[in-house]
């Protein structure tokens, strides 16, 4: 399916009271995409930096702890109101911070950046092989691009039920839209399985930390009844439900 910007945007909104109590994953993704990046462009030390979707501020906060020589960190993401409470979160590093509200596929950028760094939402994009592009141009000679993104299992048991779903891509595929403009120094992938006491645990979940921005329309009783019943049966066992992420990695120099 191809993803409604605006539909992203309210489900984020309506979540942002509630994302980090349920964002585990994301929490996880992010701090293994700063160690990946780490590990593969040693004594990095960037000073202007640009994260998209910094959505709560997760990564935000932890980039800032592990570079802290960054003098000016542009941040952005579909969510105005979010600029608040990353500010409130990074205190007195506020001061470093530019906000876009926008979608960047679209926003001008201002500047170039020694690093472009995104977790869990490279997926979102319309056309991730422009962006690429476009990214390109913004970073400065010897600059970094690290990603997470969300690969083709995610979420596998809701669009096995439901049909519904982005179009992921596999790893090899990133390979390949990655390599048309940069040095890939890093490609791995990861599985997360989340347990639940039941599927209303599930959604749940998912609304609470706005990934649930595919479906068009609410569901009726007989449709969460049915649902409910569909996926006890296919994905329980004595652990509860199931839920899969399918979280992949890139750090990636311009060629």
Known sequence: MIPDKQRIKLRFEQAAATYEQQATVQSRVAIRLLRLLDEVVAGFQPADVLEIGCCTGLLTEKTLTRFPGIDHFTLCDLVASFEQRVCRRIGIHAEKITFLAGDIETLP????????????TLHWMYDLPALCNKLHRHLYPGGV??????????????REITGMGLTYRSLEQLRTVVEERFHILAAEEARETLWYPTPIAILQHLRATGVNSIGQQ????????????????????GQGVRLTYHPMFFVAQPR
Do not use: C, M
Request: proline share 2%; no cysteine.
């Open 109 to 120: 950028l201002p500047e170039h950046y020694d690093l472009v760094i995104s977790s869990s």
């Open 145 to 158: 691009f690290a990603f997470s993104l969300y690969g083709k299992e995610n979420l596998h048991e809701i």
């Open 218 to 237: 609410a569901w009726t009783r007989r449709q969460v009844s049915d649902f409910v019943a569909s996926y006890q049966r296919r994905f329980a066992d």
